[in-house]
């Protein structure tokens, strides 16, 4: 019994290294094509908000009535039209989600300066420091590089995203098969 389920083990964790493999070259593929990787994580983001827009208009006629279904119908209606935007002019959604990225990291950076002197001197707080401090140092950066780095902005966090992401997989994988072998 135990050499059947390591077995299985073994077969699932051999298709997770492929998996993470093909991740992996997946974000290499996406940093060398930075622009072309931001339109499509754009465009998707567009579809998605065209989708979310549509179903948030079909929620507020089936769940609701009278002003809170206006409500809903507009708050659908803004998503969809944002999203049309989007899928329309890729090359703009991309400066503006480019641009909201840099807010989104400066926003988050001050609250991880403001989290790290509460935490200080407990353990770890220096480590909730340094993420503050880098995530302040590239929010301004895309901030002041704005609108020129857009075109690689995306498309490259996207691919290192993926990067490590696949690589993470790989690692667990592996652990996961030598562990399985010294079981056996």
């Known amino acids: 019994m135990t050499e059947s389920i390591v077995t299985g083990i073994k077969r699932a964790s051999a298709w997770s ?19 072309a990787t ?7 983001l567009g579809w998605t908000a065209i989708i979310g827009g549509v179903a948030q208009i079909f929620y507020a006629f089936r769940t609701h009535t009278g002003e809170r279904t206006a409500l809903e ?35 988050y950076g001050l609250v991880a300066v403001l989290l790290a002197f509460r935490m200080r001197p407990s353990p770890g707080w220096g ?6 401090v880098v995530t302040l140092f590239l ?17 490259t966090l996207f691919g290192i995203s993926i990067l490590f992401s696949g690589i993470t997989r790989l690692i ?13």
């Open 17 to 35: 290294i492929v998996l993470g493999v093909l991740i992996i070259v997946l974000g290499i593929i996406a940093m060398m094509a930075p622009l």
């Open 38 to 44: 931001g339109i499509v994580a754009v465009s998707i």
């Open 73 to 107: 119908v507009i708050l659908g209606l803004v998503y969809s039209v944002a999203g049309f935007y989007i899928v329309s002019h890729p090359l703009a959604g991309l400066l503006t989600v480019t641009l909201l990225l840099g807010f989104l990291l400066v926003g």
């Open 127 to 132: 480590w909730v420091m340094f993420d503050a």
């Open 139 to 155: 929010g301004f950066m895309i901030m002041a590089h704005w609108p020129l780095n857009s075109a690689w902005v995306i498309g």
């Open 172 to 184: 667990v994988s592996l652990g996961v098969r030598r562990m399985a072998s010294a079981v056996a």
